[in-house]
């Protein structure tokens, strides 16, 4: 994740002011009642189409990796097109433009207007290079070759256990995206987009008021704690990354008006952590990780903090009874990919113990995402 050259959409997105965040409840709500309604949706067609979907999830990969890679939601901006134009301006097969098209639209993606030219819908809109929110660069990612390889030795994992990218291409999936600036581009494009749509409410979870000085650990571009910073402008920030992130984060925050209020620091969480700040936070980066390494990096969190302090962890909320495929399938992706596990709050506290922090408050975020609050003793 170390060279990602922010955008511009991503740079407008950090002078935008926050996008309103819909109330988390109105957002569990519909997802359940989305599960409902497929669930019944289910229960009532014949059932090799409900199966159907399923197991042409390798096909929807591919087919939404194309748009993306293509940009074809950017293209449809000053849209709509037919296949055959859309096949021109991206140098493609006109027949098969149309059948892939066809074939988007029947997932939902795009839609098909009358006259036969397609357009944007909803849905597609995601795919927009930069949308807040969007997922434009980690579809490009999931449908790469090494990526479908991973997932392709799933038997095997289920007999032995091994991690999978490991065993198929004898290297760790983040040592083979560092040295791929395309694949590292598309991925920490991802990352960004799903960041900005959850900053503004973590910046809103905690009363930040009661502290001075931020630590963002494994931070990225910053995007966290621009959110946090602009809404509470008493505050201070460090961000801690490797030195080739931070060298990226540098114009995100410039971007953000914030620069003058953040010392970067450049290290490894398996070192050691920065000291002084007052309230320290990381999101998303304990789940990149199996049991032993989390822990190392709790650990030595824990290290650079006061008894008393605490240490915020924005991350993936595991329930028994998930009603949405986001957090078990990001679990798959931690088996077959990125050597990471999503943990429940049960086991995230027994690690906190054993980190020398105990669990504290929780604030839920839109969609699947819980903030842990963990505070040293
Ligand atoms: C999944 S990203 C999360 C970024 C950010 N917290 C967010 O949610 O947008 C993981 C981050 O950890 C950073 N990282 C990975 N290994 C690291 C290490 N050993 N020390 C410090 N940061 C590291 C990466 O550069 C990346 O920014």
Known sequence: MSTFTPTHAH??????????????FIVNLVLKLRRLLLRAADAVVPSYMAVYDRFMGAGHTMLVH?????????LLVDGPFSGAELAAR????????????LALVSIGIFRRLADGRFANNRTSKGLITGATGGVRGFAEFFGHKPVLRAWARMPQTLEDGKRAFKEVHGQLAWDWIAGKPEVQAAFAEGMSSMTEVVAPAIAASYPFQEVKTVC???GGMGIVLAAVLRKHPHLKGILFDSESMLGEAKAYLEAAGIADRVELVAGSFFDSVPRGADCYLIKTVLHNWEDPEALKILQNCRAAMEPGQRLLVPDFLV??????????????????????RERSPEKLAGMFAQAGLKMGRTAPLPGVQIVFEAIAV
Not at 66 to 74: G, N
Not at 323 to 340: K, R
């Open 90 to 101: 991206t140098g493609s097969d006109a027949d098969v433009m149309e059948r892939v098209m």
């Open 319 to 340: 329930l028994a009874d998930a009603f949405s495929t986001l957090v078990p399938f990001m679990d798959m992706a931690g088996l077959m990919i990125y050597e990471g």
């Open 66 to 74: 194309s748009a993306a890679r293509l940009r074809i939601a950017d």
């Open 11 to 24: 740079l407008a997105a950090a002078q935008r002011p926050s996008a309103p965040v819909p109330p988390v």
């Open 216 to 218: 963002d650990v494994g």
